[in-house]
């Protein structure tokens, strides 16, 4: 399985090893959306591998990742497609690995509407656990959420993240006060 690992600019010990979360996607096209995923899960710290697996171009190819993919070491997979977005459903077919799916908005997609539902109406057994369309920084800190069940470090990153979230409000509140405004 061909996949491309970020940079090595770790953040601790244990980034950038193994990777521990898999990111896929249907279509180069789908790339600009995925980044966001990547980009936050190494704010995090967190390895990851990025790469393209489509579901109707590369059926192959998804069944080897699907099938593959624990043994590899990953632990969770970051699915996104749009339009006829089967690469979530089918990659969880092939896993018992959480399979977090990003709907995407893209060209071919009716508003990502088609996309989000075909994830969302999973089989009963077969759930992909999916995020707002074109969420993939949610799947990147619920992939983080997953991880940090069994990982101190990974926890206090999320806690640092949510405390930066509050402050970036805060600040926003405090400049409004000064302009005049009232959160009241
Ligand atoms: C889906 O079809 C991909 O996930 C992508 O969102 C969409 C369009 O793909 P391209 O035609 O841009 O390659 O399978």
Redesign the pocket.
């Known amino acids: 399985m061909t996949t491309t690992t970020p940079p090595a600019n770790p953040t601790s010990a244990d980034a950038f090893d193994t990777p521990l979360v898999g990111i896929i996607?249907?279509?180069?096209?789908?790339l600009k959306i995925m980044t966001a995923a990547a980009e936050l899960l190494r704010q995090f710290g967190v390895s990851y591998e990025i790469t393209l697996v489509?579901?109707?171009r590369t059926p192959h190819r998804l069944v080897e990742y699907g099938e593959t993919a624990r043994k590899r070491g990953l632990r969770v997979i970051i699915a996104?497609?749009?339009?006829?977005?089967h690469?979530p459903g089918m990659v969880a077919a092939f896993t018992t690995l959480p399979v977090i799916g990003v709907p995407?908005n893209?060209?071919?997609?009716i508003r990502g509407l088609d996309s989000v539902l075909s994830m969302l109406q999973m089989p009963s057994g077969v759930p992909v656990a999916t995020v707002a369309i074109d969420g993939a920084a949610n799947a990147a800190v619920l992939a983080t959420q997953m991880l940090a069940l069994s990982n101190a470090r990974l926890a206090d990153a999320l806690e640092k993240y949510r405390t930066s979230l509050k402050d970036k409000v805060m600040r926003t509140i405090e400049e409004l006060r000064k302009g005049g405004f009232s959160d009241d």
Request: charged share 5%; aromatic share 0%.
């Open positions: 996607m249907g279509s180069q096209s789908d489509s579901p109707h996104g497609g749009g339009g006829a977005a690469l995407i893209s060209t071919t997609s």
